[in-house]
Every structure is written in C-alpha cells, then in structure tokens.
C-alpha cells in the first residue's frame, strides 16, 4: 500500500465517478472513493479489489464539512490526483420558472463542494510534490442552452474557479485542469435532472448512435493525469462526433 500513489474521485459510487476510480486503480493508483451512497461504495470497492486493485472508500457528502473533513483524514498527508468529479443538473425550468431550491443544490454540490474538497486536500496535493487536480466540468460551462440556466451558470462558476486555481498555484507543484464532457449517457445523470422520469431521460439520447459512456470521460482523465509532470491540460473539451455544439446534435429518427 505504501508504495501506492493516491488518486481521490468525488462523486465515486455511479458514472464518470465509478468509471474513473476503476481506471485509476487499474493504472496503479491507491484510489480514495467518496460519495454518499456507502452500499454502491461497497461494491465498487469489491470490485476494484477483486481486479487487484486498492481501493479506500469514505462516505461523504462534498456538502458537508466534516465529510470533507474525514475525507482529508482517509486521504493522507500525500495526494496525487484528486478529480472532482461530485456534481449535477435539477430541472430545465427557464429562467423565469427558476426552482431556486435546485438552483441552491447545484451551486452547493458543482461550485461549493469543489471548493470545499479542493480546500481540504490542497496541502497533500502539494505534499505530494506533483499533484493534479481534474475538475468535472461540463459543455455547459462554455456555453448556454435555454433552461438549463441553473446547471449552466453553475458550471460556468467552476471552469472560472478552475482558471482562478491555476493562477493562485502558479509557483506550486500542483497541476489544475478541467474536462468538460458533452453528450454522455449515464445512468444517473438525467434521470437526476428530471426527477426520475425515465421517459423524459431517455428522451435527451433519442436517435444519438453513440453518445460518450462514462468509460470515454474516465479514459480521457486517465490520459490527463498520467502525462509527464510539466504537461498541464488546461481544458479537454470531449463529445460525442454525433454532438457538434450542445445544440446541434445528429439525430436519426426512426422511419
Ligand atoms: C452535461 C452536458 O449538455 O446536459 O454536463 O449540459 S449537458
């Protein structure tokens, strides 16, 4: 274990999040895996352990302090990557018909909790001596898309606090970079944003061929996380060829 380098996801127990801690252990990484669901935890660990891999999982809501907090503690004195990846949409209300509950949740859990888990393993990350930092972002914090103003603005708030990161640490040995996938089909991910309506969820992916798995976006981070030291990828924007902007998808309607 000691020889380990330690890799911490955020948002861990579905998704990007469980995809991209499978592909961190794969590579050799000591993986700290933190969500709020302990049940999906569980199995993911057994999982990532039955392929050999190490694996450490901490229930933890990235709203909380002391979660994030115990999650520091179970991190270690020394982190190597830390991908915050804890994040996601409510609702396609226009801006007029604003749930500012959703709106709370998602400013709390895409830009609070970012900050308050990047807050907490900042030092180890620097400890470490060449740490990265890979925030989740979205297409959705480059560009608007009616309705979906609450996710947009919140996402947008993180690609800055991304860029903000990156100056303040300039003089560190901490790397900070963003992906910002489009189109990706999860299982989670929609049904969230529209409250368990599965026909409306699926509908998002209606007539799409391919649109990216989560296994694309862990790839990718992957990637990002093991160039050399010197190699900041400031932004990998990633979507599916079917998705030239978030407007503009090839769909093929069923004759
Ligand atoms: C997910 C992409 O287009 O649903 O972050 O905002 S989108």
């Not at 509908?203 to 093991?226: F, H, K, R, S």
Request: with cysteine.
């Amino acid at each position: 274990m000691g020889t380990h380098r330690t890799a911490v996801v955020t948002g861990a127990s579905s998704g990007i999040g469980a995809a991209t801690a499978k592909a961190l252990a794969a590579q050799g990484f000591r993986v700290v895996c933190a969500a709020r669901r302990s049940d999906r935890l569980t199995s993911l660990a057994e999982e990532i352990r039955a392929a050999g891999g190490a694996c450490e999982v901490v229930t933890c809501d990235v709203t909380s302090d002391s979660d994030v907090g115990e999650l520091a503690r179970i991190s270690g004195d020394k982190v190597d990557v830390l991908v915050n990846n804890a994040g996601g949409a409510q609702g396609l209300e226009p801006v007029s018909g604003a749930d500012l509950d959703a709106w709370q949740t998602m400013f709390d859990v895409n830009v609070l909790g970012v900050v308050r888990v990047t807050k907490a393993l900042l030092p180890a990350l620097v400890s470490a001596g060449d740490g990265i930092i890979v925030n989740v972002g979205s297409v959705a914090g480059r560009t608007a898309y009616e309705g979906g103003a609450g996710y947009t603005a919140a996402k947008h708030g993180l690609a800055v606090l991304t860029e903000t990161l990156r100056l303040e640490l300039f003089d560190q040995p901490v790397r900070v970079t963003e992906i910002a996938p489009g189109m990706v089909r999860t299982d989670e991910f929609s049904l969230t944003r529209f409250k368990g309506d599965r026909a409306r969820a699926d509908a998002v992916y209606d007539g799409v061929a391919e649109p990216l798995v989560a296994e694309d976006i862990a790839d990718a981070i992957t990637w990002m996380v093991t160039r050399p030291a010197h190699v900041n990828v400031d932004l990998l924007v990633i979507k599916p060829r079917a998705q030239a902007a978030s407007h503009k998808v090839h769909r093929v309607v069923a004759s």
